[in-house]
């Protein structure tokens, strides 16, 4: 089992709608976790961070954070083409200092 | 906030030269910071993580002969390819975390270096 565990899609979303990523984690101690935004040919940029259960709002996107059931979801309101990227998940294990990745989830916003 | 730059943003060198690449954090101090290269359509791979002042810790199979990593001040991390070969050829990034508490870690625009 992978210890950050992504669909990689691609997701298929229509402008406007929402999307919504998930990611499960294996480690039960992991505390931070981070959604980063890849466009390809470049770097990842950070777009969310949340360490606590429930949920953590910032524009249109809100993660969300649910420890017992070891999973964390990106939601993206009102989705637009230039939202098309690859979104990496990421989280820090317990006891660790380096993000673990998931593969991604390819999204694509079609106009 | 949380920017980090890097330096050159593409880089051609010839087999058997070595290439420096400079990472800064140019609006915090960064207490790690992480370098990590990308081949096509594939994820990140973590190479080393360095704290400041101190020897860069490698990951396994990652020749830190080769790689040589400098984190001489709160601010600036280097990374110099020795005796590039084409398959060094690839996507750097480094990112930067603030530390102190904070965990999250911001990314760099990447070096795309290609030794031909």
């Known amino acids: 089992q992978k210890e950050v565990e992504q669909n990689s899609g691609p997701l298929s979303v229509p402008e406007g709608a929402i999307a919504s990523l998930n990611c499960t984690y294996s480690?039960?101690?992991?505390?931070?976790f981070f959604w980063y935004r890849q466009y390809s040919g470049k770097s990842p940029e950070l777009i969310m961070f949340?360490?606590?259960?429930g949920d953590k709002e910032d524009g249109r996107f809100t993660a969300q954070l649910n420890k017992a059931s070891q999973y964390v979801s990106l939601l993206i309101r009102d989705s637009q083409p230039s939202d098309s990227a690859t979104y990496l998940c990421?989280?820090?294990?317990?006891?660790?200092?380096?993000?673990?990745f998931g593969g991604g989830t390819r999204v694509l916003v079609k106009p | 906030g949380a920017v980090v730059s890097q330096h050159p943003s593409r880089v051609i060198c010839k087999s058997g030269t070595s290439v420096k690449i400079e990472c800064r954090s140019l609006?915090?101090?960064?207490?790690?910071m992480f370098w990590y290269r990308q081949f096509p359509k594939q994820s990140l791979m973590l190479m080393a993580t360095?704290?400041?002042?101190?020897?860069?810790?490698?990951e396994q199979g990652v020749e830190k002969d080769k790689f040589l990593i400098n984190h001489a001040s709160l601010t600036l991390s280097t990374l110099t390819v020795t005796s590039a070969h084409p398959e060094d050829s690839s996507f750097y990034i480094c990112?930067?975390?603030?530390?102190?508490?904070?965990?999250?870690?911001?990314f760099g625009p990447g070096t795309r270096l290609t030794v031909t």
């Open positions: 949340i360490y606590s259960n």
């Open positions: 480690d039960r101690g992991s505390q931070s």
């Open positions: 360095s704290n400041e002042g101190s020897k860069a810790t490698y």
């Open positions: 609006d915090f101090q960064a207490t790690t």
């Open positions: 990421a989280v820090i294990i317990a006891a660790g200092n380096k993000l673990t």
């Open positions: 990112s930067a975390r603030p530390g102190q508490g904070l965990f999250e870690q911001y």
